[in-house]
């Protein structure tokens, strides 16, 4: 057994000693630092228990309760804990054609609507946010706070949407350096798609690093015009308004990189069957293991004796009168 405070005990020890001195030595000194009501309380003369054996008792008190202060403990060394669920990568299209209204509001607020949905879905789950168009960068790191990463991704406004070409390969690199580590390796985008020629890299990349990729696309494939920053239809070089359409060839992509897609629809179903089938296929696989140093805590044992001990030192026991 060993204190985990040990210096506290000691600390403690001297004014101690030094009051349990005056306490069994010196009397008229101890009269001078108490008030006299508080003696007369301790020493009363009418009652059975010894003023020395009070005394003795009120100390064992002190004592013990500075003992459970410094509380003591069993080292029982280290030990491994298993630390179950998965650690996901998701990232949020935003480029200049989530801006297009053939979903309500628009698809990049429809997309954080089912991102918000997928956290519900995996509460269990560290998660991280990332966020892509030109460049890609982190929103928020791997974490199971999912309220938090909620309060992030409504934070991403029309303000953050980039009218520059998606880079998938850009996606693709820095998905490889945050999943590194982490097995497995599992990426959920929401989009509303990319051409198979934006995309080529993309999965040569998703392929060497052996990262699953999964697939929320919004938007329909009527399409919709895509929309400038002050909100209006942009236009071709012809003239003719410039329509974008939601692109299913990341899905077909997600299928053949051990993965899965689903098409965003109203409702909360299509989310919940994506995270069924993430769910069933890792089956809740090893994240890591966490080394725990383990402690058994023996500080309510004094503390409970001092604390009987202390109600005993200052309770009354009248003195048996004789007939």
């Known amino acids: ?119 519900d879905a995996m509460p269990s789950d560290e998660i991280a946010v990332a966020a892509f168009a030109y460049s890609p960068f982190v929103l928020a790191p791997f974490s199971s706070d999912k309220e938090t990463l909620k309060m992030l991704i409504e934070g991403v406004d029309d ?21 590194e580590k982490k097995e497995p390796k599992i990426m959920v985008l929401f989009t509303d798609g990319g051409d198979e020629e934006a995309i080529a890299g993309f999965s040569d990349v998703l392929k060497s690093q052996k990262i699953d990729l999964y697939v929320v696309l919004v938007g329909t494939q009527k399409g919709a015009p895509v929309i400038n920053a002050e909100g209006k239809p942009m236009t071709q070089k012809d003239g003719t308004i410039a329509i974008t359409q939601r692109n299913d060839a990341l899905g077909t992509l997600a299928k053949e990189n051990g993965g899965a897609y689903v098409v965003a629809t109203t409702g909360k179903d299509d989310i919940e069957s994506l995270a069924a089938v993430i769910r069933s296929k890792y089956q809740d696989q090893q994240q890591g293991e966490v080394r725990v140093h383990q402690r058994v805590e023996y500080f309510y044992y004094p503390l409970g004796l001092g604390l009987l001990l202390l109600l005993i030192g200052f309770s009354s026991f009248p003195r048996r009168r004789s007939a």
Not at 24 to 44: G, M, Q, Y
Not at 57 to 76: S, T
Not at 95 to 113: E, I
């Open 1 to 119: 057994m060993e204190f985990v405070n040990p210096y506290l005990f000691w600390i403690l020890m001297l004014p101690f000693a030094f009051f349990a001195f005056l306490i069994s030595t010196n009397k008229e000194r101890l009269s001078r630092i108490f008030d006299e009501k508080v003696l007369t309380r301790l020493s009363a003369a009418n009652e059975s228990m010894p003023l020395a054996l009070r005394n003795i008792i009120l100390l064992a008190a002190i004592f013990f309760m500075i003992v459970a202060l410094a509380r003591p403990v069993k080292d029982e060394g280290d030990k491994v804990v298993e630390v179950k669920g998965l650690t996901l990568l998701t990232a949020l299209d935003i480029s200049g054609s989530m801006r297009s209204t053939d979903v309500y509001p628009n698809r990049l607020r429809f997309a954080k609507k089912k991102m918000s949905l997928f956290f």
């Open 159 to 179: 303000s953050y949407i980039n009218m520059g070409s998606t880079d998938y390969l850009a996606l693709a690199q820095l998905g490889a350096s945050l999943l």
